[in-house]
């Protein structure tokens, strides 16, 4: 039987993506950013997930104002690079599974979620980013990818609380999948920033850093957080925050920190990262 093993947060800052396709991941100003990921380099070579569950945003080049998918499940074969503007990344193309794809679509929207299906995409810095954090720079990613976009980009976004139900949700289906795969879910984004407007630059890292206490262990009080106390207190474009409550919903009642890495600024932006692990009851 497949399962989830372990979810990972981490935001998807456009400028370490960048920093590291320069090979510029060594300067001054870099090198606290990536160093909180050493660890997790080491520890995601000894889990070898087969697949990894990559809920993300989007921004606005594969969907624009055309379409605005709530949540959209990537059954494809593969997702090339986008270009979003300055040419793709220098990056390998994503593996796709979409075996798994259609199971866990097939029984996220019997089971009420209604997902729209994606067949042909190209994943941009929401997607691409996290996958170097963590994998660094092979030749090839080193798992299969099942792409979960989530629009948080035009309002309305989602509740947190229908995140964290998706991600129960996404644990039921994954867990009615015959085939024995090691599956990890990564909820990406955020923390708190804001990139336009009068509070551009904006970070509260004690916000983020109570947010990342409450992640793990038995409560579930972080999917009633509302939007505006994300739009109050961590900026316009900490609401990609939410995607992280999909990660953590899919981890069942108690959840354990394995790693955290929480580094200011980097960019525009905090940059926050954990690894946590199901705990069984
Ligand atoms: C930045 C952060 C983002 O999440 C994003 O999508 C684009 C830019 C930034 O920090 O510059
Ligand atoms: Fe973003």
Redesign the pocket.
Known sequence: MARITAGIGC?????LGVAADLGKAAEPYWAPAFAGFDFTRAWACAAKPDVVILVYND?ASAFDMKVIPTFAIGCGDRYAPADEGWGPRPVPVVEGHPDLAWHIAQSLILDEFDMTIINEMDVD??LTVPLTMIFGQPATWPVKVIPLAVNVVTYPPPTGNRCWALGEAITRAVASFPEDLNVQIWGT?GMS?Q?QGPRAGLINADWDQRFLDRLSGGSDELRRIPHIEYLRETGS?GI?MVMWLIMRGALGRRAREIHRHYHVP????ALGHIILEPVKD
């Not at 980097?266 to 932006?269: I, K, P, R, V």
């Open positions: 935001s998807h800052i456009p400028a921004h810095h929401g984004g920033h990139l474009e990609e980097a960019s525009n932006t």
